[in-house]
């Protein structure tokens, strides 16, 4: 009772949560024109139209205005010229009812927010802000409650600083408390910390439940496929076509799955695999974010095989692919693992005659199940690659348990029954563990490999 409580205590709201109210948003995109932080693969237009995807994710946010800015240099500390800066604040008090500006960086510091609080007169967020703040609308269960908290010491230890700052200006100086002989700022810090060392202790808890499961589901011998990729691409609808799982509700929107989620499905050959459902990519995630929610990653180290799925329909189809390729080699993931990926086309039934471009790129509509089978067929044969499965004919005496013991230890794919003398002959799919178990119990079986 008492770990429950702490836990409760972890996962009360945060000070800086935007909070349940509705938010009229100005989103203002600085756009670099030239020089290392232009990015090639992509264009102010589009960067804007992500910015405002994810304003639509959240309940009672709406989009006022977009505004793109030219910028030399988004990281210096009011991110824009003397002249743009005037034009923006000017437009920004124009907007009527405006509550928000969604300044489209990655992160900006707690001096840069309050100085743009201050001109602009309301409040101010990043990419991180945002992003978090999705997060935290959608997190279920309490692991990713836990990691969103842990995400959001950062933004805590900024928050304290700028008012200690703040206070020392109105002050003249760091002031005791109460004789203990540390200050303000070393107080808070000192909370912060014990804070985000119960939080990673907790999430070490929930990491070793897991890697137990992990252990229980390695005993049972079920392949383990990991479905990635870039956030609202089709993963959870890709996962309900190969498994038939009904239970599985898809949303469109950004960050809809944020735990992972495990779902039994079938290869042709009738092999039970594993499909997992992870938490979906973004370009400029800012990296305490996928820091936090690393320990959820993690499981796609243990994986057979990695399935990354493409929006083949999304304008910035190719930067998607790079940012969710740059995350997996961050990862430090085993080499086979990537060398193995399948790379899935997504929502051909969207373009006319779609051909992938890329070989060994496979073109599915996992909303209207084209491709399917092709996908499935080739998840088996690097899945059996993988894992070292074989596929075997054995002879077996129909009167002894060995049907049976095939039956539940491995993938029958075919029985062959022989009448006149009472034997049959089965085609399997089995684990190399399971096979020396077979040929110790059933030492006579005649084994044929295929």
């Known amino acids: 009772d008492e770990d429950e409580a702490a836990l409760e205590e972890l996962l009360v709201p945060s000070p800086l949560a935007p909070g349940p109210g509705a938010q009229r948003v100005a989103i203002v995109h600085p756009a670099v024109k030239w020089g290392p932080q232009k990015s090639p693969l992509t264009t102010a237009e589009l960067q804007i139209a992500e910015a405002v995807a994810l304003v639509d994710t959240l309940q009672n946010w709406t989009v006022l205005d977009k505004i793109i800015i030219p ?43 309050k100085e743009l609080e201050a001109a602009w007169g309301v409040q101010v967020f990043d990419r991180y802000t945002v992003v978090l703040h999705i997060f935290r609308c959608n997190a279920q269960t309490r692991e990713a409650k836990l990691q969103v908290a842990l995400a959001e010491i950062p933004l805590l230890r900024s928050n304290l600083k700028n008012e200690v700052s703040q206070r020392d200006q109105q002050r003249g100086g760091s002031r005791y408390i109460m004789g203990s002989g540390e200050t303000f700022l070393e107080t808070q810090n000192r909370v912060l910390k014990e804070r985000e060392l119960k939080i990673r202790n907790a999430l070490e808890k929930l990491r070793r439940k897991r890697d137990l499961l992990r252990t229980q589901r390695r005993k049972c011998e079920f392949p383990m496929i990991s479905v990635m990729g ?61 820091e936090s929610f690393s320990a959820t990653l993690e499981e796609v180290a243990y994986s057979d095989l990695i399935v990354h799925v493409r929006d083949i329909t ?120 399971a096979f020396g178990r077979y040929k110790n119990l059933f030492p006579k079986s005649k084994i044929f490999m295929s």
């Open 230 to 290: 870039y956030t609202n691409c089709g993963k959870t609808t890709l996962i309900k076509a190969l498994t038939g799982e009904a239970g599985l509700q898809p949303r469109d929107q950004l960050f809809a799955t944020l735990d992972i989620t495990a779902h039994a499905g079938y290869l042709p050959s009738h092999m039970a695999v594993i499909y997992v459902d992870t938490i979906g990519f973004l370009t400029d995630l800012p990296h305490n974010l996928v």
């Open 71 to 113: 910028t030399k240099n988004p990281k210096k500390k009011f991110v824009f010229g003397k002249g743009n800066f005037q034009v923006l604040t000017e437009k920004i008090k124009k907007l009527p009812h405006v509550t928000a500006v969604f300044l489209n960086v990655e992160r900006i510091s707690s001096l840069t927010k």
């Open 314 to 433: 999304h304008p910035e189809t190719m930067l998607q692919k790079a940012t969710v390729l740059s995350v997996l080699r961050n990862l430090n993931l085993p080499s086979h693992l990537l060398d193995s990926m399948v790379e899935v086309h997504n929502k051909v039934d969207l373009v006319e005659r779609y051909k992938p471009a890329e070989e060994n790129a496979l073109a599915v509509s996992a909303l209207h199940g084209h491709g399917l089978e092709e996908l499935k067929q080739e998840i088996e044969k690097k899945i059996l690659t993988a894992t070292g499965k074989k596929i075997l004919t054995v002879s077996i005496n129909l009167e002894g348990p060995q049907l049976s013991w095939l039956y539940k230890e491995a993938a029958v794919q075919e029985v062959e029954v022989l009448p006149e003398d009472g034997t049959a002959r089965v085609k399997v799919i089995i684990g190399s563990s």
